[in-house]
Structures are given as structure tokens and as C-alpha cells.
């Protein structure tokens, strides 16, 4: 594994990368002695989180870790062309690069946010619901486009009242990183105290490349509850369950209790939706990978989220988008 030695080697501390592992002492060494240029290379080769770490090493080290020349690299190539605050002080590269991860801006007339993981410097986005293709949208008797204030777009899409239930979205894999592992969610909320249809119906969700075969899977849209009716509580059904009653078409709370609950070691759970802490909520929907190589610049990561096949009625559910974030680096290597 390669070593790169920085200050004294028997203080603690360490940062890696790529398997290579930067250790950090206290005192200043050797590597301090380098000029600020040479110092700026070695950091420029590592992570934005690295960079942060090893600028305690010593003043010479802090200041080549925060040089322009270390951060550009961190930014993507689009950066000089998108909509940055006003206010923003853009003299420092750094500061342009935290800007970018702490507060998202709107793209694409509006239509998609952009902002980086501020870890890693890997890019991330929402397809706002004007983004997206929603069947029936353009009916006011079945969807209604709305302003709310804690919404980063313009408009957000209200579900009024629909039977068939059918949501999808595409991104070009030319605007993701190379190299990375990408979790797909769903952020909705409810539009007033309680959504109708949801409360027990799996939604069915594809995520994967056109053209491409697509993992599918489940999902709740309303929380763990218990159902009034059965005193059933959904909260943990398993994925095997879900599957066989839609292969049955056949409701899955009519089963046993003791069957679902037995299959929920085969494939795991439905995901369920989880609170995000900017008064919306959220649900995973799959995840990709972009390789090293990338892919062909035509190339697209397509989603769909729908339920056609029950036939009840749904509502009361506001939807702001689809995000597509890198997953974390803990949950890549489970």
C-alpha cells in the first residue's frame, strides 16, 4: 500500500486515499520543508475531506491545502458557469466549493438542483416534479402544480386523485461521477394530516439504465401505522411477500400474518419513508453505479415509481422530486 508520510510518523492521526494512507502528526517534518507548490500536489491528489485534515498539520501545510490550485480540483468543470449567490466571495476556490455543497442551485431552467457531496466533492441532484413525467399531470382534475414555501422549485406537483399511479425520471450518466455508487430517493410529503390509498398499498419502483435490465422493487409511501381494520402493523414486510401477492394479484395484508412475517429474511424489507428534516420525507428507491470508465455519453439512468395494477383511488401527497445522491461510503462496503 502506498505511504505518504506527513509530520511526525509516530503521532496518530491518518487520511486515505485510493488505498493509499496520508498519516498526519502534530509537529511539523519533513514534508513541511517542501515548497508550498510541491505540498499543493500531493494534497491536490487526495479528497476535499483529506484536504481539511492535514491543513491542521502546520501553517505552510494549511495554507497549499487551501490554494486555489487544490480546490479547483475539487470543483467540477461546470462550476465557472452556474448560478452562484450573488453575495458569494469568489476569489477563493474553497470558498466556491463549500458554497456549492452547503446550498444547491437550480439548473435547467429551473427544473433540477445541483450540489456536491462535501466529502468527497461527488455530484448530486434533484429532478424536480417539472422534471419528471407524471401521467395525468396535466389534468387539474387529477394533479395540481402548486408554490410551496419549503420547496426549492417553483412549482411542486399535488396528487388530487388518481387510479393509476405513475411517476418516472431520466438523467444523463454524463452528469454523475465516474467511479461512483448512487442511491435514487423519492421526496414527497403529505398535503394536509393524512394521504388517502397509500396507507398499506406497495408501490412498485424501477431504477437502472435505458435500454438496460432495471432492478425493481417495492416501497411504502405512507409511514409504519397499524391498519384500524386488522390491528396489522406493516412496518418490516418483506419484499418476498410483496412480490407474491402482486404476482397473485392478491393483496398482500389478506395473507397470514405469520407468512409475511416469515419471508422477511428472503430479500430483505419494502423500503419506507423516512423523515428528512426540511419538512419533507423520503424514500429509497434503488440504487446504480457508474463505473471508472463511465459510459457512453447517450447513456441514461431511468426511474419509474407506480402502482397500476390495484386500482384504487389515491391522494394527498405533494411530490418535489427524485434526488440522486452518492451513497455513503459505510453502506458500500456492508
Known sequence: MEQIQVGDSKCGGGISRNGAVVSVGAATSRFDTLPEDCISMVIFHTTPRDACVVASVSRTVKSAAESDLVWEKFLPPEYSSLALPPSLDCSSKKKIYLSLADDPVLIDEGKKSFWLEKSTGKKCYMLSAM??????????????????????????????????????????????????????????????????????????????????????????????????????????VSLAAVSRAFRTRRP???????????????????????????????????????????????????????????????????????????VKEEEVTK
Not at 190 to 217: C, L, M, N, Q, W
Not at 300 to 306: H, L, P, S, Y
Not at 307 to 316: L, N
Open 131 to 236: 422534471d419528471l413525467k407524471i401521467t395525468w399531470s396535466d389534468s387539474p382534475a387529477y394533479w395540481q402544480w402548486v408554490t410551496v414555501p419549503e420547496s426549492k422549485f417553483e412549482k411542486v406537483a399535488e396528487l388530487c386523485n388518481v387510479c393509476w399511479f405513475e411517476i418516472r425520471g431520466k438523467i444523463s450518466v454524463k452528469m454523475l461521477s465516474k467511479g461512483t455508487h448512487y442511491s435514487v430517493y423519492l421526496v414527497f410529503k403529505r398535503a394536509s394530516s393524512r394521504s388517502y390509498g397509500f396507507d398499506h398499498t406497495p408501490i412498485e419502483t424501477e431504477v437502472g439504465f435505458a435500454g438496460k435490465e432495471v432492478r425493481k422493487t417495492f416501497v411504502f409511501l405512507e409511514p409504519s401505522d397499524t391498519d384500524p381494520r386488522s390491528g396489522y402493523g406493516y412496518s418490516g
Open 252 to 326: 398482500w395484508m389478506r395473507f397470514p400474518r405469520e407468512e409475511v412475517e416469515g419471508e422477511r429474511e428472503s430479500g430483505g424489507n419494502v423500503e419506507e419513508p423516512k423523515e428528512r428534516g426540511d419538512k419533507w420525507s423520503e424514500v429509497k428507491l434503488g440504487s446504480f453505479y457508474i463505473d471508472d470508465g463511465g459510459c457512453e455519453d447517450g447513456d441514461e439512468v431511468e426511474v419509474a415509481i407506480m402502482e397500476t395494477r390495484m386500482g384504487q383511488w389515491k391522494s394527498g401527497l405533494v411530490f418535489q422530486g427524485i434526488e440522486i445522491r452518492p
